[in-house]
């Protein structure tokens, strides 16, 4: 999904201001990890973790997925989905776009199907 304009803007960057935040799509990039993971690979607790995960998650940069760990627990591991976020200055204003993974996966689909001749 794509977002733009000012007030989303606005919060995006608000969110990426935070050092917290930034760590933890850095790490997250990487595969999916655990809020304890993160939270060592972070240098943050817990409690800073999911705060921070449960903010990039409303802005739609973190995904939350359930997995089953090898004790047969359910856990939760979350995985950066922010792609590319471009800024551009027109206009007087600053503008944002963003490209999820998803976004990406679905293009390249497309992309493929044409190349195929699918419909």
Not at 41 to 50: E, I, K, N, P
Not at 80 to 101: A, I, K, N, P, Y
Request: net charge negative; glycine share 6%.
């Amino acid at each position: 999904m794509q977002h733009e304009g000012q007030t989303n803007s606005a919060a995006i960057f608000q969110v990426l201001a935070d050092d917290y935040a930034r760590r933890i799509l850095v790490a997250a990039d990487q595969g999916p990890m655990t809020a304890k993971a993160l939270s060592e690979a972070c240098d943050a607790s817990l409690t800073t973790v999911y705060r921070r995960c449960s903010m990039l998650q409303e802005h739609d940069l973190l995904e939350e997925r359930t997995s089953v760990g090898p004790d047969g627990t359910h856990r939760s591991e979350f995985e950066t989905v922010l792609e590319e976020l471009h800024v551009d200055l027109s206009g007087g204003e600053l503008s944002l776009t963003m490209e999820t993974r998803d976004e990406l996966a679905d293009n390249f689909t497309a992309l493929w199907d044409g190349l195929r001749g699918d419909k």
